[in-house]
């Protein structure tokens, strides 16, 4: 009975990461999050996702997936896997020869480094 109720819990804890700032500011008449909502979701977004990843991998590990570890499993990832690794391992290569290349400096902003990542 425990393994269930982790996978509900699992399931809504992820779906409350990933959706909660879309339903609050796009379904809740455009309010955003107070200061005190943004500090706990800041805070407690990325370990309460990590959290949903460790279970994720546990189960699979531990035959407790079922479908899902049957579909993360699927041979069809492997390709997809590979160059996906690949562009994480070049990427930065290529970010830091496009900066050391240029000739002119330029001035500090968001949207530039947006830009060139």
């Known amino acids: 009975i425990l393994i269930p ?12 990461v990933v959706y909660a700032p879309y339903f609050r500011a796009y379904q809740i008449a455009g309010e955003h999050f107070s200061k005190a909502e943004n500090v706990i979701y800041g805070s407690m977004s990325e ?6 990843v460790a279970w994720v991998l546990y189960a699979c590990h531990n035959g407790f997936a079922g479908f899902i570890n049957t579909f993360l499993s699927w041979k069809c990832w492997i390709p997809l896997s590979r160059l996906t690794f690949g562009a994480y391992l070049l990427h930065p290569l ?4 496009f900066f050391l290349v240029q000739e002119n400096s330029f001035h500090f902003q968001n ?6 990542y």
Request: contains cysteine.
């Open 111 to 116: 949207n530039i480094f947006l830009q060139y």
């Open 94 to 97: 290529v970010i830091f020869y």
């Open 5 to 16: 109720i982790l996978w509900v819990l699992t399931f809504g804890l992820g779906f409350c």
């Open 47 to 52: 370990f309460t996702w990590a959290l949903t």
